[in-house]
T-cell receptor, first 114, second 116 residues
């Protein structure tokens, strides 16, 4: 029972490099989310999607892009990495119909930008 | 817009003692309320949730929380903690009317430290 799978688990980037964090879920969930977690700051929503082909900005979208070509996948793209993007990134998903807010999280991707 | 305040960033407790983690929320609409737990180097797991009905909700691992609408609070309690309860605990809120499609609003977290 895989649930939400994130890759890579760890990555070090140089300033200005780009990369994509992958997220896949096998629960046929309609809703998917990307959060970042910084120490003492809780989780901040970066982008979310309510279905394939539909994405929207969250609280902290600057410096990131997403796409949702399938129900299963929701990659997060970092363009021109900056030290401020050093963080732990979590992908999550949830049911669409009858949604109550319960999220299922991946194990996280720890990104360091030097 | 919603916001969540967790008043304590860190709570040290002796093993087998009771604990309460405090959470207050602010919202102009009706909400669903959640507590999530994060063990070291892991993702978040749902501990319990309040959707409707009884204001006292029970979750996994012996935790419970009480929804108090007049005080806009959703404090988490456990009568006797174990060393394995050491973790970060997050309170979260979801907009009920909007279906929560835009995710949850999280508090900053409370680090529960169990001392032997």
């Amino acid at each position: 029972n895989a649930g939400v799978t994130q890759t890579p688990k760890f990555r070090i980037l140089k300033i200005g490099q780009s990369m994509t964090l992958q997220c896949a879920q096998d629960m046929n969930h309609n809703y998917m989310y990307w959060y970042r977690q910084d120490p003492g700051m809780g989780l901040k929503l970066i982008y979310y999607s309510v279905g394939a082909g539909i994405t929207d900005k969250g609280e902290v979208p600057n410096g990131y892009n997403v796409s949702r070509s399938t129900t299963e996948d929701f990659p997060l793209r970092l363009e021109l990495a900056a030290p401020s993007q050093t963080s732990v990134y979590f992908c999550a998903s949830s049911y669409g119909r009858g949604f109550t807010g319960e999220l299922f999280f991946g194990e996280g991707s720890r990104l360091t930008v030097l | 817009a919603q916001s969540v305040t967790q008043l304590d960033s860190q709570v040290p407790v002796f093993e087998e003692a009771p604990v309460e983690l405090r959470c207050n929320y602010s919202s102009s609409v009706s909400v669903y309320l959640f507590w999530y737990v994060q063990y070291p180097n892991q993702g978040l797991q749902l501990l319990l949730k309040y959707l409707s009905g009884s204001t006292l909700v029970k979750g996994i691992n012996g935790f419970e929380a009480e929804f108090n609408k007049s005080q806009t609070s959703f404090h988490l309690r456990k009568p006797s903690v174990h060393i394995s309860d050491t973790a970060e605990y997050f309170c979260a809120v979801s907009d009920r009317a909007g279906g929560g499609a835009d995710g949850l609003t999280f508090g900053k977290g409370t680090h529960l430290i169990i001392q032997p």
